[in-house]
């Protein structure tokens, strides 16, 4: 069977790109509150409104995270699938954000995210290759808890954590690989308010992990049987997602 390169979704980079979120947060508060003069606030009051409401824009990567069971066929045919390449989806939305105080804040962002995996089928007998794409468009409606750093200036590092359920209005039967409609994930991120004389930009990049299996094993919607092998040759999977969002208060 051939080899495949580590995807960038994979434990090991999720847990260095949490240890890096906080880190860069603490540098970027220490930063601010030991390496700069104090400048004129803009817009000082607006994050002491009980509400806050916003629009977002965007856009993500997705991946999907499978466990082979090694199933053959009586051909001796064995098939395992990977994302064989990335493509940046879509993601757009609003934003109502609750305070509770000084530096904790809950957040609703109900988005759509319009993306696409690449999925590659590699056969270990004869290294023969079959490819599927598969859409979506994935109504969501994440619940964050936000926990911001002092502001300095005209700008405040935060970090952000919560679930995410996802609705995908496109899944398509037939095809080798079927994907429930449903998931829910877990989010991590961090980000950082700039304010600017007339609004609030907002740069975040939230990482996202499904908690459910979204492989549906139960498939009468294929008239090909010989399609079966490639469901039966998957355990589980669980989708990842990079979120990229540009928020404007």
């Given at each position: 069977?051939?080899?495949?390169?580590?995807?960038?979704?994979?434990?090991?980079?999720?847990?260095?790109?949490?240890?890096w979120?906080?880190?860069?947060v603490?540098?970027?508060?220490?930063?601010?509150?030991?390496?700069q003069?104090?400048?004129?606030?803009?817009?000082?009051?607006?994050?002491?409104?009980?509400?806050?409401?916003?629009?977002l824009?965007?856009?993500?990567?997705?991946?999907?995270?499978?466990?082979?069971?090694?199933?053959?066929?009586?051909?001796?045919?064995?098939?395992?699938?990977?994302?064989?390449?990335?493509?940046p989806?879509?993601?757009?939305?609003?934003?109502?954000?609750?305070?509770?105080?000084?530096?904790?804040?809950?957040?609703?962002?109900?988005s759509?995210?319009?993306?696409?995996?690449?999925?590659?089928?590699?056969?270990?007998?004869?290294?023969?290759?079959q490819?599927?794409?598969?859409?979506?468009?994935?109504?969501?409606?994440?619940?964050n808890?936000?926990?911001?750093?002092?502001?300095?200036?005209n700008y405040?590092?935060?970090?952000?954590?919560?679930i995410?359920?996802m609705?995908?209005?496109?899944?398509?039967?037939?095809q080798?690989?079927?994907?429930?409609?449903?998931?829910?994930?877990?989010e991590?991120?961090l980000?950082?308010?700039?304010?600017?004389?007339?609004?609030?930009?907002i740069?975040e990049?939230?990482?996202?992990?499904?908690?459910?299996?979204?492989?549906?094993?139960?498939?009468?919607?294929l008239?090909?049987?010989?399609?079966?092998?490639?469901?039966?040759?998957?355990?589980?999977?669980?989708?990842?997602?990079?979120i990229?969002?540009?928020?404007?208060?």
């Amino acid at each position: 069977m051939k080899s495949h390169a580590q995807s960038p979704y994979s434990p090991s980079c999720w847990r260095s790109l949490c240890a890096w979120l906080a880190a860069a947060v603490l540098m970027l508060s220490a930063t601010g509150a030991g390496a700069q003069t104090r400048k004129v606030m803009n817009r000082p009051y607006v994050d002491q409104r009980r509400l806050h409401y916003g629009f977002l824009a965007g856009f993500h990567m997705q991946d999907l995270e499978l466990q082979h069971n090694g199933f053959t066929d009586a051909a001796g045919n064995q098939w395992h699938a990977d994302a064989g390449s990335y493509e940046p989806g879509f993601s757009v939305g609003v934003l109502a954000e609750l305070r509770l105080n000084e530096n904790f804040s809950l957040r609703a962002i109900p988005s759509m995210h319009f993306g696409t995996r690449n999925m590659t089928y590699h056969n270990a007998l004869n290294d023969e290759e079959q490819r599927q794409t598969l859409k979506s468009t994935f109504i969501s409606l994440p619940l964050n808890l936000k926990f911001a750093a002092e502001r300095f200036n005209n700008y405040r590092p935060y970090l952000v954590a919560g679930i995410n359920p996802m609705y995908d209005l496109t899944v398509k039967k037939g095809q080798n690989l079927l994907l429930k409609a449903f998931d829910c994930y877990l989010e991590v991120g961090l980000g950082c308010d700039f304010y600017t004389p007339f609004f609030k930009f907002i740069p975040e990049i939230k990482f996202a992990y499904g908690l459910a299996n979204v492989v549906d094993k139960k498939r009468p919607d294929l008239t090909n049987p010989e399609q079966l092998i490639f469901t039966n040759s998957i355990d589980k999977g669980r989708s990842k997602m990079i979120i990229f969002t540009f928020y404007f208060e």
